[in-house]
């Protein structure tokens, strides 16, 4: 998860946010690919000659997604570690010589991935001979304890200081201990990772004749969350189960599925007590569960040497007189008041930023959920999740609150500060359920939802919209049919399944060129509508909608339409305005003449007539223009002239004669 939480607008606010989102992208992330390399890894599956049947070893699936992931991760995480450690062949290499852990094979060392390591391993993938040489499973398997000693020892010698570090086990062996002493030596060997603060994740995955059983041994040693941030909400993970011949389901993609969920390492927006009452507080997490994805710069690079250099960007400030280099000690900050400046030193600045007191979210009362309507969403909503760290027992308080407030259909209004420099904001926390999809797998977590609510000038007024024509029964039961053939199946949108053409086409590119690929010259756009199925499923009902458009438009459609047009024309301009004083007669007698005219043309009165009133009831007849009060006065035999206050009353007398 990655984000930035959005606060009330603000100058000084805009840049404690970039600040913020700079130091998040920082944080580097250092993952290793630990996968069993055995008989029943390399076992291919039974030949078949449907084309959505298995083709993958689930060896070969775990190097791919590997593959794919390293891909991903050169672009859009640049400074992240990635490595790939197979156990259980016969050959060992851990590069630099080191022989110490048998049956242990280092094919990517933990490093940056670079494009040359890219293409090292695309070539595996393709060379069958070279892939069978290296994938050949050792007769004595090593115990999982040495390949987590061996994993211990990778991370603490090629990424001692990384913020998070991050184990992917793949494997199709659910007991691999031996014995009562190897399960417990390998539980140490576990615990040792999670000192350091590195998580491991496990891909299992079931063969057909043979279910994956977490209980027999790897529930003991695998965490169902997060060890650097327990609190996050994670799923606990299910199997990976090899797809049968021609269900469509591949184990690459399940892999690719999983694998991906869990890549990106899960942090904490923000870690804030959340008082329900005086005295009482319990710890909670912030987490911004979607984001948008944008292209990544990482660098510049200079190329008016030899050789590209990436540039170190260096900032210093001069002094416009004398050209002197200014010192950050020398510089204050001013704000223009009255066309004066003034100025600030840090010392003040901080203590203006942070009169409203330390970070929290207060529950200052409930009302009911109903209450909050959607417009008032005006910010990200931010995922909130209890934390031990601070106090104990929040999650058992946290899920009491929630628990109630989903029973009593309630939410509860917060006050609600991210960081010591952000402004504070009221907020709705709105309960959030479990939610499952049609596989059992848990889509959303359980927890609160915190959604900043707008301020009083936060409040815009909508504009008075003109009551269009309603569309008749015969309409809407013929656009109900077409609507019903156009629905997504199950009718839910999964948005996993319709990628970012432009990110997509942006990271091909780069791929493209980074690896000596042939540049496509067309993106994939999943977004672009399906025009054969549409026009199967529902072309002949569009067709029919269309001609009883046509005869209804043609019958009722162009006079209302008409009659809207008039009411609502743009004002017009200063040099053709009508003038508010009894001197211009003679335009006055024209626009009578004119809107007569019209009058004449169009017989449909009644409808303006209802939506003036309605204006007129709405308190809102004083903001139309002078050039309708006239227009409606003179189409109806009304005098004219006068000021805007006199059209005003002549209009109220004619609607109150007419009973509207």
Known sequence: MAGTQDNRPGEEEDDDEEMDDASYKN?????????????????????SDDKKAERDSPASAALKCAYHLMQQRIISNPK?????????????????GDNTFQHCYLLADLDVPSAQEVKQLRDLLENEEEAEEILKPA????????????????????????SSRRLFLVTDNDSPATGKQDKDTAITRARDLYDLECTIDLFPISNPDHGFDRTRFYDDLVYPTSPSDPDAPVAIATTTKIAKSGDGLTLLKQLLSSINSKAAPRRALFSLPLELGPGMRIGVKGFILIKRQEHVKSCYVWVGGENPQIVQSSTSHMADDTA??????????????????????????????????????????????????????????????PSEADFIGSTRVFSALQQKLIKSKKMALTWFMARKNASPVVAALIPGEERYDENGEQRMPPGLWLVPLPFADDMRQCPEQPAEPRTTDELTDKMRIII???????????????????????????????????????????????????DKRAGEYITAYGEE???????????????????????????????????????????????????????????????????NDKGQISKQTIAILKEFLGARGQAVSGKKADLIERVQDYLEKKGL
Request: hydrophobic share 40%; charged share 30%; glycine share 4%.
């Open 27 to 47: 944080i580097k992330d250092a993952v290793l690919f630990a996968i069993d390399i055995s008989a029943s890894m390399l076992e291919p599956p039974p030949p």
């Open 80 to 96: 992240d570690m990635m490595g790939i450690l197979l156990y259980g062949t016969e050959k060992t290499d851990l590069k630099d």
């Open 139 to 162: 007769k004595e398997a090593p115990t999982i304890a040495s390949v987590l000693f061996c994993a211990n020892q990778i991370f603490t010698t090629k990424a001692p200081n990384f």
């Open 324 to 385: 002197r280099v200014v010192e950050k000690t020398e510089l204050r900050k001013a704000y223009k008041f009255g066309g004066d400046a003034i100025t600030f030193t840090p010392e003040e600045i901080t203590q203006i930023r942070q009169c409203f007191g330390e970070p929290i979210v207060r529950i200052v009362g409930f009302k009911p959920l109903s209450l909050l309507p959607l417009w008032a969403n005006t910010g990200k909503a931010t995922f909130v999740y």
């Open 484 to 534: 019903e053939q156009l629905q997504l199946p199950k009718g839910v949108y999964d948005p996993s399944k319709y990628p970012n053409p432009d990110l997509q086409w942006f990271y091909r590119i780069l791929q493209a060129m980074a690896l000596e690929e042939e540049v496509p010259t067309k993106p994939d756009d999943r977004t672009l509508p399906k025009y054969k199925q549409i």
């Open 549 to 615: 458009f046509e005869k209804v438009f043609t019958t009722v459609g162009h006079s209302a339409l008409s009659s809207l047009a008039k009411l609502v024309a743009k004002k017009r301009p200063a040099a053709a305005a009508v003038a508010d004083d009894d001197n211009d007669e003679p335009k006055a007698k024209k626009r009578v003449k004119k809107a007569a005219e019209v009058k004449n043309e169009d017989s449909d009165d009644a409808l303006i007539d209802q939506q003036m009133a309605a204006i």
